[in-house]
Structure formats: structure tokens, C-alpha cells
């Protein structure tokens, strides 16, 4: 249970995170490619959440209170 709890938190993570980069990037951009869009905000999204986003929520950092280790 605690994996699909994480996993949750990830996606509350990931999924306005895409929102607001697609549509950010179709406003700057909306004559490009699909693919081109999809590579844009994969290539700034994966790095945010491998070496930011990820690390903070494995610290404990959004822990609950009273949630001990």
C-alpha cells in the first residue's frame, strides 16, 4: 500500500506539472509538431521530477502529521 500511496503523490506531482507545460508551451509555440510539443515538455519534466520532485517527496518532506517513520 505505502508503493501506491507514493505513486499518488507522484501524480499529483506530474500531472499539473504537464498541464501547465503543455499549455504554456502551445501558447508560445502551437505551430510546432505534436511530437515536438511532447519532446519539449518530456525533456524539461523528466529531469524536474528525477532530481527534484522525486527526491522531495522520498525525504518525508509532505509526511502527515503524526505519520512517524
Avoid: H
Avoid at 49 to 54: A, K
Amino acid at each position: 500500500m505505502p508503493n501506491l500511496v507514493f505513486a499518488l503523490k507522484v501524480w499529483l506531482c506530474v500531472w499539473p506539472l504537464v498541464t501547465l507545460l503543455t499549455a504554456g508551451l502551445r501558447s508560445l509555440a502551437w505551430e510546432l509538431p505534436l511530437i515536438v510539443q511532447a519532446m519539449a515538455v518530456s525533456g524539461i519534466l523528466v529531469p524536474l521530477m528525477v532530481y527534484v520532485i522525486i527526491p522531495y517527496l522520498r525525504s518525508g518532506a509532505v509526511r502527515p502529521k503524526g505519520d512517524n517513520p
